[in-house]
Each structure stands twice: as C-alpha cells, then as structure tokens.
C-alpha cells in the first residue's frame, strides 16, 4: 500500500487530532498545570485535552479552580487549535510561508468539514482566521468590560475571563472558568447574550460566514455607486441559515413553556426569555449552562438531546448531524409522505447520493449514542437513563451540557465518553469525507425487488 494512500485526508486529520490531544494530555500532567503539587492522573488529563480538542466542554476537573492560568492557557489553546482544525492551521501556515497550499491539504481540508472551492482557498483561509480573531475580540471586550464594571473582577482577570469565555464560545467548547457555568451570570444579559452571539455564529459555519461577507461587500459596492456581483444564496446558507433560526425560535419557544414555572421560576419576564433562548442556542453545541440542567423538566432534556444530535452548521465548529442533514431528512420524508418521486429544496432538486450520506451520517451517529448509553448503564447503573442519555449525547455532539455525573462516572466509563467526543468531533466529517471521494461503479446490475416496508 502506498504511504500516501494510507495517509489519506481522512486518516491525516484523525491522526492529526489524536496527536494534539496526546500532546495536550501531557501538558496538562505537568505539575505547572494544576494547582495541586503533584502531577495530574493520566485520566482527567486525557479527558480534559480530548474535550478541549473536541470542542465539547465536559469536565472531570475544575476549569478555574483545579486548573493553574498555565494549564488553563493550555486548555484554551487546544480549543483554538482544534476549532481552527489541524491542517487548516497547517495550510496557513504554508500558505504564510510559501505562498501556495498542496492538493493534498486542500483534500485534507475537506476532511475536516472545510471543503471550499480550489480557487478561493486562500481566500477561505485567511477568511476564517479573520472572522475567528474578530469575533473573539468583540466578545472578550464585551464580557471583560462587564465582568470589571459590574461584577466586581480585577481587570488582569476580567481580561483573561473575557478572552478565555470568547474562545470557547466561538469554538462552541462550553469550557468555563467558573464552577457553575455561567449559572453566577443568568440575571445578565450583557453576559449571555454576547456569548450566544459567538456561539451561534461559530457554529453558523463558513459557507453562511461566507455568504454574510461576499452579501455586505455587494452592498457595499452599491452604496458606493458601482454595480455588485449578484450571487443567489447557496442551498446551503439558505438551509443553515432556515434551520438555525427554525431550532433557535422553537427551542426557546419550548423552554420558556416547559421551565418557566421550573429553574426559571422567580425570573423577570425578560430574564426569563433571554435564559429560554440561551438554552435554546447552548445545546448547538457551546455547552455553557446559564441553568442547572440536573434540575430541568424531562420535556427539556428531550429537547435539549434532540438539539444537540442535530448541531449546528456545516464545517463549522459545531458538533452534532449538522442542520443540513437534518434539513435534507426531512425534506425526503415529506417528499415520500406527498408522493413525489424527487426531493427538492427551496426549487433545487436533491441528488439520491445526498439522501443516502445523510442517512447514513445519521444512522451511524445514533449507533454511537445507542452503544455509548447501553455501555454507561452497564457500567454505572446508579444513574438514570435520561442522565446517561444526556451524557452520551452531550460527548457526541460535542457539546458539553451535563446534568451533573460526569466527575462521578468510573473510569472506563470516562475513557468511553473520551472515545465518543473523539468520534463526534472527528467522525461525521471524515466519514462523510470517505463517502463523497469514494464511488465505486460495477460493470453490472443485479435485478430489482422491493420488499415490504413498515
């Protein structure tokens, strides 16, 4: 077999993202890490590096109080590192350095969920590191600017907070600085609003960042009198953009019904839709929690697992099938439900090639949760299903809400979460990947035989 078949994209980048964690596992088993004198078990320091390079947020330890400012710059580095992807990194570097970026990191690229068009690939790079740092910026003004005026945080903390809170928001990792999330925070809206903002448009993904920059540079050229470029909106800004205020408006609406006489009893109207729309948007997938969800109804955790199965947008930093394969389910379904013999959206006819890949990104996601949820209740059967299946869906989806277990789970149970965010994080996107790049054509058919369905 040849070096560079078995090194292909989606191999590299798994591979890439194993490295990172393992060199992060050893960084934070450093002494200098933690804020006992002592080295960090190899266990929550693996947990921890798999959750930050995973994007999800799901802890064993303290983020503030077990973790030193240098294990915790640790920490927000992996979570940099890992939302910005292995060889979208690589590729920028090269492109810094050399000016051109392989074929193979393109391919690579695609691999990690960031497939563009081969002409504006350093284009799309420069791109997303622009928006990245912009984004992050803003809201780390915004939130240390708060935290020093209102709450009291010396201002060298209020920035390191305000930073730490920004990165982890964009990178939809849900890694808090606090004990409690931003529990402290849910009576500030000057504090959940602006990381709701970095969390939805982190998880938006590049095709809709894309689409919002090339839509304002048109109208800026109009306002400046010149003629602009028009562009029809892609199928799939169209679909992300739809779906993302669909989810967000219907979670909220639930939310709001399901917990106001529940965690969000004693709120002040505006308190209480700003909380219902903070939950609706952390579960796609930031996993900060401005609730205690070991308190929540069970209609919320239902809804809440149903959120961050389906995620965010594509290659993106969210987690989860993503909000176009959700997108293209359903419209299959209602094609079959009208019997209509194509499944189109919005005036676009949708390839059969789409609908299987959707289907089988889902399917293998809800193998991963089936199997996660039966291997934590054989191994830790003191805790509820509705806990365990919170749990293993939060690790899949790379979201990091918990209701509260994941310090006390056993250990194999925490190695099996670890597997489960590796995948979430690494496995939809190379397994599509695989799909997309590989079709096989035989030179025969068999013949045709339906059998019964339903």
């Excluded at 960031?114 to 915004?142: D, K, P, Q, W, Y």
């Excluded at 969000?264 to 401005?290: C, E, V, W, Y």
């Excluded at 670890?418 to 996107?429: A, D, E, Q």
Aim: aromatic share 8%.
């Amino acid at each position: 077999m040849k070096r560079g078949h078995f090194l292909g994209p989606a191999r590299l980048t798994a591979v890439g993202f194993i490295l990172l964690i393992l060199v992060g596992t050893l960084l934070l088993m450093l002494p200098i890490s933690a804020n006992v004198p002592q080295w960090t078990p190899f266990l929550p320091a693996l947990f921890t590096a798999t959750s930050a390079v995973s994007l999800t947020g799901l802890v064993v330890e303290d983020t503030g109080t077990y973790w030193t400012p240098f294990g915790q710059a640790v920490i927000i580095a992996l979570i940099q590192l890992g939302g910005l992807g292995i060889m979208s990194l690589a590729s920028l570097s090269g492109m810094l350095l050399t000016g051109r970026i392989s074929f193979k990191a393109r391919r690579t690229m695609a691999a990690e969920g960031r497939a563009v068009a081969s002409g504006g690939i350093r284009h799309a790079l420069l791109l997303t590191l622009m928006m990245t740092l912009i984004c992050e910026a803003t809201v780390a003004v915004f939130i240390g600017v708060r935290l020093a005026t209102e709450h009291g945080v010396a201002p060298g903390r209020a920035v390191w907070e305000g930073i730490f809170h920004a990165i982890s928001a964009f990178n939809n990792a849900g890694f808090s600085t606090y004990s409690d999330s931003v529990i402290s925070f849910a009576a500030d809206g000057w504090i959940l609003i602006p990381l709701a903002f970095a969390l939805i448009v982190g998880g938006l993904g590049y095709p809709m960042l894309a689409e919002f920059v090339r839509r304002a540079r048109a109208r800026l050229t109009r306002w400046r009198g010149g003629t602009p470029r028009i562009h029809r909106m892609s199928m799939t800004a169209r679909m992300t953009l739809g779906a993302t205020a669909f989810l967000l408006l219907g979670g909220t609406v639930v939310f709001f019904l399901s917990e106001g006489s529940g965690v969000l009893h004693g709120m002040p109207l505006d308190q209480k839709l700003i909380n219902a729309f903070f939950m609706s948007a952390s579960p796609r997938t930031a996993g900060f929690n401005a609730i205690d969800y070991g308190e929540a109804h069970p209609l919320t955790l239902m809804v809440t697992d149903i959120l961050m199965f389906i995620g965010g947008g594509s290659a993106g930093t969210a987690g989860g099938i993503k909000v176009t394969t959700a997108c293209v389910l359903g419209a299959a379904m209602i094609s079959e439900f009208l019997g209509r013999e194509d499944t189109s959206i919005g005036h676009r006819r949708l390839p059969l090639s789409t609908f299987r890949q959707a289907l089988a990104l889902t399917a293998a996601g809800m193998i991963v949760v089936a199997v996660g949820v039966a291997t934590l209740r054989i191994w830790d059967p003191e805790f509820t299903a509705d806990q365990v299946t919170f749990e293993v869906m939060s690790a899949f989806a790379t979201v990091g809400l918990s209701t509260g277990i994941t310090a006390s789970l056993s250990a194999p149970s925490q190695l099996m979460l670890c597997l489960i965010m590796y995948v979430g994080r690494v496995g939809p996107t190379t397994f599509v990947a695989a799909l997309a790049a590989r079709t096989i054509s035989l030179r025969y058919r068999f013949p045709e035989e339906r059998p019964f369905i339903g």
